[in-house]
T-cell receptor, first 114, second 115 residues
Framework: AQSVTQPDIHITVSEGASLELRCNYS??????LFWYVQSPGQGLQLLLK??????LVQGIKGFEAEFKRSQSSFNLRKPSVHWSDAAEYFC????????????FGTGTQLKVEL | DAGVIQSPRHEVTEMGQEVTLRCKPI?????LFWYRQTMMRGLELLIY????????DSGMPEDRFSAKMPNASFSTLKIQPSEPRDSAVYFC?????????????FGDGTRLSIL
């Protein structure tokens, strides 16, 4: 069965610092990978997705993620964090043959210190 | 374009009462998903529909929960009777169907409190 691991439950960074949030997936076939952000009181918003092709994908709000098949990882990065980036971030994976379901990680709560 | 619309945004009711949550998916999307989010269990998929047909309801916690999708633009999640442990935020999401799996678009959720 497919699974997604987000090893960091909480991360704190200073405003202006770089950010990397980790995501590891477990599945043998080609994964379809997503990152979402959830602000308090809101639903999940899609940041970016990877289906195929270039392993470095750009998303909204200045985020990017890199797919590394050899490491089964899809880490989210941002060069310079803004205070408004404080939120919870979810990685998700789907696969062909799994219907339209996505499996979500448990999330990483990002705190930004001013 | 309108996103996924859920109603009500907040619901407070007493144990034993029937609760109905509503969802309008994005026009043209033919997959619809109901999730529940709690601190203890995180984000759980309850049920999903393709073309108005329930495909996987293995996440529905028990018979007190039921979901319907009478047409492509409306779905309900019903809890009867409700219990305090049902308190959570319930999200509806929709996506284009087909393969590979597409990005899901979420509503803002219904925060349910059962007293």
């Amino acid at each position: 069965a497919q699974s997604v691991t987000q090893p960091d439950i909480h991360i704190t960074v200073s405003e202006g610092a770089s950010l990397e949030l980790r995501c590891n997936y477990s599945y043998g076939a080609t994964p379809y990978l997503f990152w979402y952000v959830q602000s308090p009181g809101q639903g999940l918003q899609l940041l970016l997705k990877y289906f195929s092709g270039d392993t470095l994908v750009q998303g909204i709000k200045g985020f990017e993620a890199e797919f590394k098949r050899s490491q089964s990882s899809f880490n989210l990065r941002k060069p310079s964090v803004h205070w408004s980036d404080a939120a919870e971030y979810f990685c998700a994976v789907g696969y062909t043959g799994g219907g339209n379901k996505l499996t979500f990680g448990t999330g990483t709560q990002l705190k930004v210190e001013l | 374009d309108a996103g996924v619309i859920q109603s009500p945004r907040h619901e407070v009711t007493e144990m034993g009462q029937e609760v109905t949550l509503r969802c309008k998916p994005i026009s043209g999307h033919n997959s619809l998903f109901w999730y529940r989010q709690t601190m203890m269990r995180g984000l759980e998929l309850l049920i999903y529909f393709n073309n108005n047909v329930p495909i996987d309801d293995s996440g529905m916690p028990e018979d007190r929960f039921s979901a319907k999708m009478p047409n492509a633009s409306f779905s309900t999640l019903k809890i009867q009777p409700s219990e305090p442990r049902d308190s959570a935020v319930y999200f509806c999401a929709s996506s284009l169907g087909g393969q590979p799996p597409r990005a899901q678009h979420f509503g803002d959720g219904t925060r349910l409190s059962i007293l």
